[in-house]
Nanobody, 124 residues
Framework: VQLQASGGGLVQAGGSLRLSCTAS????????MGWFRQAPGKERMFVAA????????NYADSVKGRFTISRDNAENTVYLQMNNLKPEDTAVYYC??????????????????WGEGTLVTVSS
């Protein structure tokens, strides 16, 4: 199984980025997908998750209204649209796959696979 994340980069505060994560080696539609992030010196934290097929989403309070998670099961890809970025959003972002629900993933459980991270840097 491989989860390949891309789309990170350097952006000014208030700007936008879209992260992508393409999965291979698994039946994508059977997995809830999520994004987590780890800032320097801090623990990895939940950002957003989306259920397998009915579009139910779950967000951390810190990103609600600014970030949108979506998925394309035909392309085996999950996206994270990040708008109105803030310096505190600076982190390595990781995608994850799990056979539980988006709500369980939001609690940090039920993660079966992790992808390699992509760095997002937001300058003030």
């Amino acid at each position: 199984v491989q989860l390949q994340a891309s789309g990170g980069g350097l952006v000014q505060a208030g700007g936008s980025l879209r992260l992508s994560c393409t999965a291979s080696g698994l039946t994508f539609s059977r997995y809830a997908m999520g994004w987590f992030r780890q800032a320097p010196g801090k623990e990895r934290m939940f950002v957003a998750a989306i259920s397998r097929s009915d579009g139910i989403t779950n967000y951390a309070d810190s990103v609600k209204g600014r970030f949108t998670i979506s998925r394309d099961n035909a392309e085996n890809t999950v996206y994270l649209q990040m708008n109105n970025l803030k310096p505190e959003d600076t982190a390595v972002y990781y995608c994850a796959a799990g056979t539980r629900t988006a709500q369980v993933m939001g609690q940090g459980y039920g993660i079966d696979y992790w992808g390699e991270g992509t760095l997002v840097t937001v300058s003030s």
